[in-house]
C-alpha cells in the first residue's frame, strides 16, 4: 500500500500563499516605517520619534498590565466553569454556550455603550473596568479554545481515577486536567492577551489610554510615526508570544490523551 | 424496603449536577454583558425625554442611508468570512499536518496575533503597503501592474475586504484547527484498512466530519467581521458605510438633537440580523459535537 504523498506541494503552495498574504504587507509597512526625513533615505527616525512621545511607554505599560490581568481573569473563571460544564453540568452547556457566543453577536460599540449605561460609577472610574470587558470580549474564543481541547481528552475517566486515587478537585484540576488541556489554555491565554493588547473600541469609547488610542492619536502629528508603530506592536506581539510559546514546559510531557 | 441505597461515590462531589460551580461565570456575564445590552435595548425604545417610543427604528426601515449600510456590512461579512475559512481552512489543514512541535507554538501566536490585530495598527499598515504611495504599490507598479489604474483604493470597499481577510485567515486557522487535531488516526487506519484510497477517506469520512465544525467557523467569521469597527474606522473615515461606523459616529457625539438614541436602534438591528447568524452557528456546533462524545 503505498501511498502518493501531498506532504511538499501542500507545504510549498501553503508558504507561498501566507507570504503573500501576510508576510508582503507587513514587509510593505516595515520597508515604509524605516523612511528617513521627507521620504528620503532609511532611517530610525520614525521609532525614534516614537519612544520620545509623551505616554509611550504609560500607554505601552497599561496595556500589558490590562492584559495580563484579562488573561490572568480569563483562565481563573473559564477554566473550572469548562471542566465543570463537560463533566457534569452539561444540562447548562447550551446555556454557557450560548452566553460566550453573545460577545461576537453585540458589536463590541454597542456593549460599550452599555456600559456607560449600566456600570456603577466606582468602576466607570478606574482603568480596571477595561479588564472585564477584555474578558468578555474573548469569550467566543476562550470558550471554543477550552472546549475542543477538552471534547478530545477523556475527561471522565481522567477525573475519576484522579478522585479515586484521592486528590482533590483542586488539585485534580491543576495537576491532571490543567497538564491534558494544555494546548487549549495556551489558546485561550493567547487569545486574551492579543485581543485586550490591541483592543480599541470599547477603550476609546469609555475614554480611556491605552495602546491603541494613544498610537490613533499620535498618528494625527506623523503619519509615518504611527506605521511605525503598528509595525512595532506587530512585531512586539509576536516576538513576545513567540517566546511565551517557546519557554520549555516543565512537566506533563507523558500527558498525550489523544493528542 | 430492604434495598441498600448506593452510597454517594465521591464526598465532595455528591452534590450531582448543581448549578454553583457555575455561579461565578453567570454572575460575570450577567453583569458585565447582559445588564449593558438590556440597558441598551431599553434605551433604545425610549425618546429624549424617557419617553416610550418606536421612534428610534423609524430611520432605519424608512430611510435609504441606514438600509444601505446594513447591505454594505452583510456584504463585507458574508465575503470575508468566505474568504477566511477557506484560506483558514487549507492553512490550518496543512499546518495541523506539518507544523509541529515548536514551529506549531509559534505559527500559533503568530495566528493569534494577526487573527487579533483586527484594529487601528492594521489600517496604518495597509496604508503603507498598498496605499497611493505604499511599498507593494510602487513595486507592482514598477513590475507593470498599477494597481490605481482602475477604481481600486485600499480606503474602498475591496481595500476593506484585503484588510479584513488578513484577520479572518489567522482567525479561522485558531478556530478550525483543533477540528481537524481532533480527527482521530484510528479513523483513517481504519478506513485504510478495509481498502479506502486517502481520497475516499476525505471524502466519506473525514471531510462530512469537518463540515458542521467548517460550517460553524465560518458563522463566527460572519458574526466577527459584521460588528467589526476599529480598522475600518481607520482606514475609510466614512467612505465605506458599515453599520458599527454609522454607530460609533452617531454615539460620538455627531448627533442630530432629534437622533438621539438612533445609534441603540441601529446596534439592537445589528444584534437581530446576528442573533439569525448565531441560530445557524449553534446548529452546526450541535452536529459537530455528535462526532466527539
Redesign the interface.
Known amino acids: 500500500m503505498k501511498r502518493f504523498t501531498l506532504k511538499w506541494p501542500l507545504v510549498i503552495s501553503s508558504s507561498v500563499l501566507a507570504l503573500l498574504i501576510f508576510v508582503v504587507p507587513l514587509y510593505g509597512a516595515a520597508v515604509y516605517s524605516f523612511k528617513g526625513n521627507g521620504g528620503k533615505g532609511h532611517s530610525w527616525t520614525n521609532y525614534q520619534w516614537l519612544i520620545h512621545q509623551d505616554g509611550f511607554y504609560p500607554s505601552l505599560l497599561t496595556s500589558l498590565k490590562l492584559a495580563v490581568l484579562a488573561a490572568l481573569l480569563t483562565l481563573a473563571l473559564m477554566v473550572p466553569t469548562m471542566v465543570y460544564l463537560n463533566l457534569k453540568g452539561q444540562k447548562y452547556k447550551s446555556l454557557v454556550d450560548f452566553l460566550c457566543i453573545l460577545p461576537l453577536i453585540i458589536p463590541v460599540v454597542s456593549l460599550a455603550i452599555g456600559a456607560q449605561v449600566a456600570m456603577p460609577k466606582i468602576l466607570q472610574n478606574s482603568e480596571y473596568e477595561l479588564v472585564f470587558f477584555f474578558v468578555i470580549i474573548a469569550l467566543p474564543y476562550t470558550y471554543r479554545a477550552l472546549d475542543t481541547s477538552l471534547q478530545t481528552i477523556a475527561l471522565k475517566t481522567l477525573v475519576e481515577a484522579s478522585r479515586s486515587l484521592g486528590a482533590s478537585w483542586t488539585s485534580t484540576i491543576i495537576l491532571v486536567i490543567v497538564p491534558a488541556i494544555r494546548s487549549g489554555i495556551t489558546g485561550a491565554l493567547f487569545l486574551t492577551f492579543a485581543l485586550s493588547i490591541g483592543e480599541y473600541t470599547i477603550t476609546s469609547l469609555l475614554h480611556w489610554e491605552t495602546f491603541p488610542t494613544w498610537t490613533v492619536v499620535a498618528a494625527q502629528q506623523n503619519i509615518l510615526g504611527a506605521i511605525a508603530i503598528s509595525v512595532f506592536s506587530f512585531v512586539g506581539a509576536i516576538a513576545l508570544l513567540s517566546v511565551i510559546a517557546l519557554l520549555p514546559k516543565r512537566s506533563a510531557q507523558r500527558v498525550e490523551v489523544d493528542e | 424496603m430492604g434495598v441498600v441505597r448506593a452510597q454517594p461515590r ?1 464526598r ?2 455528591g452534590r ?2 448543581g ?1 454553583l ?2 455561579l ?3 454572575l ?2 450577567g453583569f ?9 435595548t431599553l ?1 433604545s425604545f425610549q425618546g429624549n425625554k424617557n419617553e416610550w417610543t418606536l421612534a428610534n427604528y423609524r430611520p432605519i426601515l424608512h430611510s435609504g442611508p441606514y438600509l444601505h449600510a446594513f447591505m454594505v456590512s452583510l456584504k463585507l461579512s458574508l465575503i470575508t468570512a468566505l474568504i477566511g475559512s477557506l ?1 483558514g481552512a ?2 490550518a ?2 499546518i495541523v ?2 507544523a509541529r512541535g ?1 514551529f506549531g ?2 505559527v ?3 495566528s ?11 489600517a ?7 496605499g497611493t504611495e ?3 504599490t510602487k513595486v507592482l507598479k514598477d513590475l507593470g501592474w498599477d494597481i490605481y489604474a482602475g477604481h481600486f483604493t485600499i480606503f474602498s470597499f475591496t481595500g476593506v475586504v484585503m484588510v479584513y ?2 484577520f479572518q ?2 482567525l479561522m486557522v ?2 478550525f484547527k ?2 481537524i ?2 480527527l ?1 488516526r484510528e479513523w483513517e487506519e481504519a478506513s ?1 484498512s478495509l481498502g479506502a484510497s ?1 481520497f475516499t477517506y476525505w471524502r466519506r469520512v473525514g471531510i462530512p466530519i469537518l463540515i458542521p465544525s467548517f460550517v460553524g467557523a465560518f458563522f ?1 467569521l460572519f ?2 467581521g459584521f ?1 467589526a ?2 480598522t475600518a474606522r ?1 482606514l475609510t473615515v466614512g467612505t465605506v458605510p458599515l ?2 461606523i454609522i ?2 459616529t452617531l ?2 457625539g455627531n448627533v442630530i438633537s432629534d437622533q438621539t438614541n438612533l ?2 436602534s441601529l ?2 438591528g ?2 437581530v440580523v ?2 439569525i ?2 441560530a445557524g ?2 446548529w452546526a ?1 450541535r452536529r459537530a ?1 455528535k462526532w ?1 462524545s
Open positions: 465521591i465532595s462531589s450531582g449536577s448549578v460551580p457555575l461565578p461565570f453567570f460575570f456575564t458585565f454583558l447582559i445588564w449593558p445590552v438590556v440597558a441598551v434605551r484560506l487549507f492553512f489543514y496543512v499536518k506539518y515548536k507554538a509559534v500559533d501566536s503568530i493569534a496575533v494577526f487573527a487579533n490585530s483586527g484594529g487601528v495598527p492594521l496604518f499598515m495597509f496604508v503603507a503597503a498598498f505604499g511599498i507593494v481577510s488578513f485567515v489567522p485558531l478556530v483543533p477540528a487535531a481532533g482521530r485504510i486517502a463566527l458574526a466577527g460588528s469597527y476599529a481607520a453599520v458599527p454607530i460609533g454615539v460620538d445609534g441603540d446596534a439592537v445589528m444584534i446576528a442573533t447568524v448565531m452557528y449553534i456546533q459535537a466527539r
